[in-house]
């Protein structure tokens, strides 16, 4: 951030993002003493996969979200959009999902035999979720705005506004994301590409630091004016 002009941030008012927590929970755990309490929280998506704790992560911001009388949002990431699409097509989207993390969120919920007939293993995990964690997942928005601040999993196309996005584009990216730079005072706070630690370049704040693999998950504050970060490593 060393450098980086964030004059421009305009949220409504302050708000904390926290980055891909990927079935760490010991790290969510972690980090959510450290933020305030009093301050809307905005989870970036891709609570699951990787790590060993995906149903966990899943049921404590579950509990979060309902009990928070809205001050918890919780954005869908590209690792739900795959899990949700396994239990309805576990034949499609099943060997790009189990190398992909896929495998740890089954164990999490108890199932191992990942070897079995895929329409099996996709309505084992719908009974070990139960339909109220299913239908809040599915429910995730993709975005998430503050004033002139969007919150998002991957990315917005940078020739589009806010409004107007592709949801692939919210999931899993965008080409020109992180690489033009939005010409309408937009920023974009975003997860889904790891980089080395925080960094607010044009417009851009991303906060995906790898804690599957480094132990470092990261939350940024955002208040009119300025961002500040709070990481577990």
Same mark, same amino acid.
């Given at each position: 951030?060393?450098?980086?002009?964030?004059?421009?941030?305009?949220?409504?008012?302050?708000?904390?993002?926290?980055?891909?927590?990927?079935?760490?929970?010991?790290?969510?755990?972690?980090?959510?003493?450290?933020?305030?309490?009093?301050?809307?929280?905005?989870?970036?998506?891709?609570?699951?996969? $990787?790590?060993?704790?995906?149903?966990?992560?899943?049921?404590?911001?579950?509990?979060?979200?309902?009990?928070?009388?809205?001050?918890?949002?919780?954005?869908?990431?590209?690792?739900?959009?795959?899990?949700?699409?396994?239990?309805?097509?576990?034949?499609?989207?099943?060997?790009?999902?189990?190398?992909?993390?896929?495998?740890?969120?089954?164990?999490?919920?108890?199932?191992?035999?990942?070897?079995?007939?895929?329409?099996?293993?996709?309505? $084992?995990?719908?009974?070990?979720?139960?339909?109220?964690?299913?239908?809040?997942?599915?429910?995730?928005?993709?975005?998430?705005?503050?004033?002139?601040?969007?919150?998002?999993?991957?990315?917005?196309?940078?020739?589009?506004?806010?409004?107007?996005?592709? $949801?692939?584009?919210?999931?899993?990216?965008?080409?020109?994301?992180?690489?033009?730079?939005?010409?309408?005072?937009?920023?974009?706070?975003?997860?889904?590409?790891?980089?080395?630690?925080?960094?607010?370049?044009?417009?851009?704040?991303?906060?995906?630091?790898?804690?599957?693999?480094?132990?470092?998950?990261?939350?940024?504050?955002?208040?009119?004016?300025?961002?500040?970060?709070?990481?577990?490593?």
């Amino acid at each position: 951030m060393r450098g980086a002009d964030v004059s421009g941030i305009r949220p409504e008012a302050r708000f904390v993002a926290v980055g891909d927590i990927h079935g760490r929970l010991d790290l969510l755990q972690a980090l959510l003493p450290k933020l305030d309490e009093g301050l809307p929280w905005v989870f970036v998506g891709d609570y699951i996969d $990787r790590g060993d704790y995906s149903a966990q992560v899943l049921r404590q911001l579950k509990h979060l979200s309902l009990t928070s009388n809205g001050r918890v949002t919780c954005l869908l990431g590209n690792h739900e959009e795959m899990l949700l699409r396994f239990l309805e097509d576990p034949f499609g989207i099943g060997p790009l999902w189990m190398n992909n993390g896929g495998v740890q969120t089954l164990a999490s919920f108890g199932i191992k035999d990942i070897h079995a007939d895929r329409g099996d293993l996709a309505e $084992r995990l719908r009974l070990a979720m139960g339909e109220a964690l299913v239908d809040w997942l599915t429910e995730r928005p993709l975005m998430w705005n503050s004033g002139n601040v969007s919150v998002v999993h991957a990315a917005l196309d940078p020739r589009v506004s806010a409004e107007k996005q592709d $949801r692939r584009t919210c999931l899993w990216g965008h080409p020109k994301f992180r690489q033009q730079p939005r010409r309408d005072g937009q920023w974009v706070v975003h997860g889904h590409t790891i980089v080395d630690q925080a960094e607010v370049r044009d417009g851009v704040i991303s906060i995906d630091t790898g804690a599957f693999a480094t132990n470092c998950l990261t939350a940024a504050e955002l208040y009119p004016g300025g961002v500040t970060f709070t990481a577990t490593a």
